[in-house]
Protein backbone atom coordinates (compact mmCIF):
# COMPACT_ATOMS: atom_id res chain seq x y z
CA UNK A 1 0.00 0.00 0.00
CA UNK A 2 1.50 3.43 -1.15
CA UNK A 3 1.73 6.05 1.74
CA UNK A 4 -1.36 8.48 0.10
CA UNK A 5 -3.39 5.57 0.17
CA UNK A 6 -2.63 4.51 3.57
CA UNK A 7 -3.46 8.24 4.52
CA UNK A 8 -6.30 8.05 2.46
CA UNK A 9 -7.84 5.07 3.75
CA UNK A 10 -7.25 6.07 7.69
CA UNK A 11 -8.71 9.55 6.68
CA UNK A 12 -12.06 7.89 5.70
CA UNK A 13 -12.06 4.87 8.28
CA UNK A 14 -15.22 5.75 10.79
CA UNK A 15 -16.94 4.05 13.45
CA UNK A 16 -20.62 3.47 12.80
CA UNK A 17 -23.65 3.37 15.02
CA UNK A 18 -27.16 3.69 15.42
CA UNK A 19 -29.05 6.38 17.29
CA UNK A 20 -33.01 5.58 16.59
CA UNK A 21 -33.69 3.87 13.76
CA UNK A 22 -30.32 5.87 11.96
CA UNK A 23 -26.99 5.29 11.55
CA UNK A 24 -24.55 7.95 12.02
CA UNK A 25 -20.23 7.88 11.58
CA UNK A 26 -17.57 9.36 13.59
CA UNK A 27 -14.08 9.33 11.86
CA UNK A 28 -11.67 7.18 13.88
CA UNK A 29 -9.00 9.30 13.92
CA UNK A 30 -10.95 11.81 16.37
CA UNK A 31 -12.24 8.63 18.54
CA UNK A 32 -10.00 8.15 22.33
CA UNK A 33 -12.60 5.37 23.12
CA UNK A 34 -15.66 3.51 23.72
CA UNK A 35 -17.17 2.18 26.81
CA UNK A 36 -20.66 0.76 28.19
CA UNK A 37 -22.87 4.30 29.60
CA UNK A 38 -21.25 4.89 33.19
CA UNK A 39 -23.23 6.80 35.79
CA UNK A 40 -22.66 10.42 34.69
CA UNK A 41 -23.10 13.81 37.31
CA UNK A 42 -25.88 16.06 36.23
CA UNK A 43 -25.37 19.61 38.13
CA UNK A 44 -28.65 21.71 38.11
CA UNK A 45 -27.13 24.40 36.29
CA UNK A 46 -25.98 22.28 33.12
CA UNK A 47 -26.65 23.47 30.02
CA UNK A 48 -29.70 22.20 28.52
CA UNK A 49 -27.76 20.44 25.55
CA UNK A 50 -25.43 18.59 28.18
CA UNK A 51 -26.71 15.41 29.34
CA UNK A 52 -24.26 14.93 31.90
CA UNK A 53 -20.09 15.11 33.17
CA UNK A 54 -17.61 12.31 33.42
CA UNK A 55 -14.39 12.58 34.83
CA UNK A 56 -12.13 11.27 32.30
CA UNK A 57 -8.74 10.68 32.31
CA UNK A 58 -8.19 13.99 35.03
CA UNK A 59 -10.74 16.32 32.88
CA UNK A 60 -14.32 16.48 33.48
CA UNK A 61 -15.89 16.03 30.21
CA UNK A 62 -19.39 17.06 28.28
CA UNK A 63 -21.66 14.35 27.61
CA UNK A 64 -23.98 14.75 24.84
CA UNK A 65 -26.96 13.42 23.07
CA UNK A 66 -27.05 14.74 19.22
CA UNK A 67 -30.67 14.21 19.02
CA UNK A 68 -30.84 17.50 21.00
CA UNK A 69 -29.44 19.16 17.80
CA UNK A 70 -31.23 16.96 15.22
CA UNK A 71 -34.93 18.30 16.74
CA UNK A 72 -35.33 14.38 17.61
CA UNK A 73 -36.96 12.86 19.90
CA UNK A 74 -35.15 11.47 22.91
CA UNK A 75 -35.71 8.09 24.20
CA UNK A 76 -34.70 7.10 27.56
CA UNK A 77 -31.07 5.16 27.86
CA UNK A 78 -30.52 1.84 28.92
CA UNK A 79 -27.77 -0.19 30.80
CA UNK A 80 -26.49 -1.21 27.36
CA UNK A 81 -25.83 2.06 25.91
CA UNK A 82 -22.66 2.47 24.19
CA UNK A 83 -20.78 6.01 24.35
CA UNK A 84 -18.12 7.03 22.29
CA UNK A 85 -15.41 8.99 23.83
CA UNK A 86 -13.83 12.01 20.98
CA UNK A 87 -11.46 14.67 20.67
CA UNK A 88 -10.70 17.67 18.70
CA UNK A 89 -7.99 19.96 18.54
CA UNK A 90 -9.46 22.04 21.68
CA UNK A 91 -11.25 19.79 23.98
CA UNK A 92 -12.91 16.07 24.40
CA UNK A 93 -16.58 15.19 25.06
CA UNK A 94 -18.57 11.86 24.89
CA UNK A 95 -21.17 10.90 22.68
CA UNK A 96 -23.78 8.41 23.83
CA UNK A 97 -25.68 6.05 21.26
CA UNK A 98 -27.81 3.48 21.25
CA UNK A 99 -25.56 0.58 19.31
CA UNK A 100 -22.18 0.71 17.87
CA UNK A 101 -21.86 -1.03 14.55
CA UNK A 102 -18.58 -1.18 13.39
CA UNK A 103 -15.70 0.38 11.59
CA UNK A 104 -15.20 0.43 8.11
CA UNK A 105 -13.57 3.03 5.69
CA UNK A 106 -15.67 5.22 3.42
CA UNK A 107 -14.80 4.98 -0.11
CA UNK A 108 -14.64 8.87 -0.98
CA UNK A 109 -16.80 8.53 -4.39
CA UNK A 110 -19.91 7.58 -2.15
CA UNK A 111 -19.69 10.25 0.14
CA UNK A 112 -22.07 13.28 -0.38
CA UNK A 113 -21.22 16.05 0.70
CA UNK A 114 -23.94 18.40 2.38
CA UNK A 115 -25.06 21.47 0.36
CA UNK A 116 -25.24 25.26 2.58
CA UNK A 117 -23.75 24.11 5.67
CA UNK A 118 -22.42 26.13 8.11
CA UNK A 119 -20.30 25.80 11.26
CA UNK A 120 -23.09 25.25 13.63
CA UNK A 121 -24.49 22.10 11.17
CA UNK A 122 -23.54 18.94 12.57
CA UNK A 123 -24.23 16.61 9.82
CA UNK A 124 -21.93 17.81 6.62
CA UNK A 125 -22.19 14.40 4.59
CA UNK A 126 -23.67 11.21 3.44
CA UNK A 127 -22.49 7.78 3.03
CA UNK A 128 -24.73 5.05 1.15
CA UNK A 129 -23.97 2.23 2.24
CA UNK A 130 -25.89 -1.58 1.51
CA UNK A 131 -28.89 1.02 0.69
CA UNK A 132 -28.81 2.95 4.04
CA UNK A 133 -27.77 6.36 4.40
CA UNK A 134 -25.13 6.95 6.93
CA UNK A 135 -24.86 10.35 8.38
CA UNK A 136 -21.23 11.33 9.24
CA UNK A 137 -20.81 13.77 12.21
CA UNK A 138 -18.87 16.81 12.23
CA UNK A 139 -17.60 16.52 15.40
CA UNK A 140 -15.86 20.34 15.34
CA UNK A 141 -19.28 21.88 14.88
CA UNK A 142 -20.38 19.50 17.95
CA UNK A 143 -17.47 21.65 19.64
CA UNK A 144 -18.79 25.30 18.10
CA UNK A 145 -22.17 24.60 19.71
CA UNK A 146 -20.98 23.72 23.54
CA UNK A 147 -20.23 26.66 23.80
CA UNK A 148 -23.54 28.04 24.15
CA UNK A 149 -27.04 26.82 24.86
CA UNK A 150 -29.42 24.72 22.23
CA UNK A 151 -33.55 25.75 22.34
CA UNK A 152 -34.70 21.92 23.44
CA UNK A 153 -38.05 20.77 24.89
CA UNK A 154 -38.35 20.70 28.58
CA UNK A 155 -37.19 17.14 29.45
CA UNK A 156 -36.12 16.25 32.69
CA UNK A 157 -32.68 14.37 31.79
CA UNK A 158 -31.76 12.98 34.64
CA UNK A 159 -34.96 10.81 33.97
CA UNK A 160 -33.44 9.98 30.50
CA UNK A 161 -31.47 7.45 32.89
CA UNK A 162 -31.84 4.07 33.89
CA UNK A 163 -33.67 4.34 37.69
CA UNK A 164 -33.97 0.43 38.50
CA UNK A 165 -31.60 -0.32 41.31
CA UNK A 166 -29.80 -2.99 39.22
CA UNK A 167 -29.11 -0.76 36.44
CA UNK A 168 -27.69 1.92 38.55
CA UNK A 169 -25.02 -0.22 40.05
CA UNK A 170 -23.92 -1.07 36.87
CA UNK A 171 -22.96 1.91 35.80
CA UNK A 172 -21.75 3.50 38.98
CA UNK A 173 -19.23 0.32 38.83
CA UNK A 174 -18.05 1.74 35.14
CA UNK A 175 -17.91 4.95 36.44
CA UNK A 176 -15.70 3.74 39.44
CA UNK A 177 -13.26 1.63 37.13
CA UNK A 178 -12.55 4.76 35.11
CA UNK A 179 -11.52 6.30 37.96
CA UNK A 180 -9.53 3.55 38.99
CA UNK A 181 -7.51 3.16 35.69
CA UNK A 182 -4.45 4.39 35.63
CA UNK A 183 -4.45 8.30 34.00
CA UNK A 184 -2.26 9.56 31.50
CA UNK A 185 -2.18 13.28 30.51
CA UNK A 186 -4.44 14.10 26.75
CA UNK A 187 -2.62 17.42 26.39
CA UNK A 188 -2.78 18.16 22.70
CA UNK A 189 1.44 17.96 22.54
CA UNK A 190 0.89 14.31 23.31
CA UNK A 191 -2.02 12.94 21.75
CA UNK A 192 0.27 11.38 18.56
CA UNK A 193 1.95 9.71 21.16
CA UNK A 194 -0.98 7.59 21.79
CA UNK A 195 -1.85 4.26 19.80
CA UNK A 196 -5.38 2.98 19.26
CA UNK A 197 -6.15 -0.22 19.77
CA UNK A 198 -9.53 -2.56 19.49
CA UNK A 199 -9.52 -5.11 21.81
CA UNK A 200 -11.48 -8.80 21.36
CA UNK A 201 -11.48 -12.14 22.91
CA UNK A 202 -10.58 -15.64 22.24
CA UNK A 203 -12.41 -17.35 24.88
CA UNK A 204 -12.16 -15.19 28.26
CA UNK A 205 -8.55 -13.56 27.43
CA UNK A 206 -8.13 -10.43 26.08
CA UNK A 207 -6.29 -9.90 23.07
CA UNK A 208 -5.91 -6.47 20.68
CA UNK A 209 -4.36 -4.95 17.22
CA UNK A 210 -3.55 -1.67 16.17
CA UNK A 211 -6.33 0.23 14.69
CA UNK A 212 -3.61 0.94 11.92
CA UNK A 213 -3.85 -2.73 10.34
CA UNK A 214 -7.51 -2.64 10.87
CA UNK A 215 -9.88 -2.20 7.97
CA UNK A 216 -13.42 -3.26 9.06
CA UNK A 217 -15.13 -4.98 11.82
CA UNK A 218 -18.13 -6.98 11.24
CA UNK A 219 -19.61 -8.34 14.45
CA UNK A 220 -21.44 -11.38 12.18
CA UNK A 221 -20.25 -12.93 8.87
CA UNK A 222 -21.06 -15.50 6.36
CA UNK A 223 -18.21 -17.63 5.87
CA UNK A 224 -18.13 -20.27 3.26
CA UNK A 225 -15.71 -23.21 3.74
CA UNK A 226 -13.20 -24.34 1.26
CA UNK A 227 -11.93 -28.00 1.10
CA UNK A 228 -8.27 -29.00 1.19
CA UNK A 229 -7.17 -25.99 3.50
CA UNK A 230 -5.29 -26.05 6.49
CA UNK A 231 -7.22 -26.14 9.85
CA UNK A 232 -6.75 -22.71 10.48
CA UNK A 233 -8.08 -21.70 7.72
CA UNK A 234 -11.76 -20.81 8.72
CA UNK A 235 -13.12 -20.52 5.10
CA UNK A 236 -13.70 -17.40 2.69
CA UNK A 237 -16.09 -14.47 3.13
CA UNK A 238 -17.57 -12.02 0.85
CA UNK A 239 -17.03 -8.66 1.20
CA UNK A 240 -19.03 -6.84 -1.16
CA UNK A 241 -17.54 -8.38 -4.33
CA UNK A 242 -14.06 -9.07 -2.98
CA UNK A 243 -13.51 -12.85 -1.33
CA UNK A 244 -11.16 -12.70 1.54
CA UNK A 245 -9.43 -15.34 3.05
CA UNK A 246 -10.74 -16.01 6.93
CA UNK A 247 -8.28 -17.34 9.82
CA UNK A 248 -9.50 -18.87 12.71
CA UNK A 249 -6.68 -17.02 15.31
CA UNK A 250 -7.51 -19.86 18.09
CA UNK A 251 -6.78 -22.65 15.76
CA UNK A 252 -3.37 -20.90 14.76
CA UNK A 253 -2.51 -19.55 17.92
CA UNK A 254 -3.33 -23.36 19.43
CA UNK A 255 -5.14 -21.80 21.55
CA UNK A 256 -7.95 -24.60 23.23
CA UNK A 257 -11.78 -23.48 22.91
CA UNK A 258 -13.00 -23.34 26.10
CA UNK A 259 -16.18 -21.33 24.90
CA UNK A 260 -19.44 -22.59 23.09
CA UNK A 261 -19.54 -22.38 19.80
CA UNK A 262 -21.74 -19.27 18.92
CA UNK A 263 -24.28 -18.08 15.46
CA UNK A 264 -22.40 -14.64 15.59
CA UNK A 265 -19.04 -14.61 13.47
CA UNK A 266 -17.32 -11.79 14.52
CA UNK A 267 -14.29 -11.00 12.28
CA UNK A 268 -11.78 -7.97 12.23
CA UNK A 269 -10.72 -7.21 8.13
CA UNK A 270 -6.77 -7.03 8.78
CA UNK A 271 -4.40 -5.49 6.19
CA UNK A 272 -0.68 -5.46 5.76
CA UNK A 273 0.82 -4.30 2.79
CA UNK A 274 -1.39 -5.67 0.08
CA UNK A 275 -2.68 -8.13 1.76
CA UNK A 276 -5.80 -8.83 3.58
CA UNK A 277 -7.00 -11.28 6.17
CA UNK A 278 -10.23 -11.66 8.42
CA UNK A 279 -9.43 -12.95 11.71
CA UNK A 280 -12.15 -14.98 12.97
CA UNK A 281 -12.72 -14.25 16.94
CA UNK A 282 -14.71 -14.74 19.62
CA UNK A 283 -16.21 -11.50 20.84
CA UNK A 284 -15.57 -7.64 19.49
CA UNK A 285 -15.11 -5.48 22.51
CA UNK A 286 -13.73 -1.84 22.65
CA UNK A 287 -11.62 0.77 21.10
CA UNK A 288 -9.01 2.31 23.27
CA UNK A 289 -6.35 4.60 23.38
CA UNK A 290 -2.67 4.10 25.27
CA UNK A 291 0.71 5.79 25.18
CA UNK A 292 2.43 3.82 22.69
CA UNK A 293 5.65 3.39 24.47
CA UNK A 294 3.54 0.65 26.19
CA UNK A 295 3.19 -1.68 23.68
CA UNK A 296 6.44 -1.60 21.46
CA UNK A 297 8.81 -4.28 21.02
CA UNK A 298 6.62 -7.07 19.60
CA UNK A 299 9.43 -9.13 18.73
CA UNK A 300 9.44 -12.34 16.88
CA UNK A 301 6.35 -14.00 18.77
CA UNK A 302 2.55 -14.46 17.28
CA UNK A 303 1.85 -12.90 20.68
CA UNK A 304 3.27 -9.61 21.53
CA UNK A 305 3.96 -7.59 24.64
CA UNK A 306 1.39 -7.75 27.62
CA UNK A 307 -0.12 -4.83 29.13
CA UNK A 308 -2.70 -3.78 31.42
CA UNK A 309 -5.40 -1.09 30.75
CA UNK A 310 -8.50 -0.14 33.24
CA UNK A 311 -6.93 -3.08 35.28
CA UNK A 312 -7.71 -5.52 32.19
CA UNK A 313 -5.03 -7.73 31.09
CA UNK A 314 -4.00 -7.71 27.20
CA UNK A 315 -2.08 -8.91 25.13
CA UNK A 316 -0.85 -7.53 21.46
CA UNK A 317 -1.11 -9.77 18.60
CA UNK A 318 1.77 -9.63 16.08
CA UNK A 319 -0.33 -8.87 12.95
CA UNK A 320 3.34 -8.47 10.79
CA UNK A 321 4.51 -11.76 12.46
CA UNK A 322 1.36 -13.20 11.23
CA UNK A 323 1.02 -11.99 7.69
CA UNK A 324 5.16 -13.46 6.75
CA UNK A 325 3.96 -16.65 8.34
CA UNK A 326 4.96 -19.36 5.45
CA UNK A 327 2.01 -21.45 6.27
CA UNK A 328 -0.33 -18.49 5.27
CA UNK A 329 -1.17 -17.95 1.67
CA UNK A 330 -3.28 -14.72 0.81
CA UNK A 331 -4.57 -15.72 -3.00
CA UNK A 332 -7.03 -14.26 -4.84
CA UNK A 333 -10.30 -16.15 -4.92
Not at 10 to 25: D, M, Q, R, V
Not at 80 to 109: A, H, R, Y
Request: proline share 4%.
Amino acid sequence: MSNNNYIEQKKNTHLYFKIGNSTYAVNTANILEIMKLPALDYPQKLPNNIVGLLKYNNFVINIIDIRFYLNIEVQKYNVNSDLIIVKTDETIFGIITDKIIGIMPFESSMVDTIPFVDNKTIIDSLYKYNQETVFIINIYSIENLLKGQVETANINIPELFPQDTASKEIMQKRTAALSDKSGFSLMSQELHTKKKLISFNLNNDNYCIPLDFVKEVLKDTAITNVPGTPDFIEGIMNLRGDYITVLNVKTFLNVQSSTQLSDKRPVIIVKYNEMELAFLIDKINELFEIPEEQINNAGDSYLGKEFIYNSVPYTMINVEKIFTDKRIIVADM
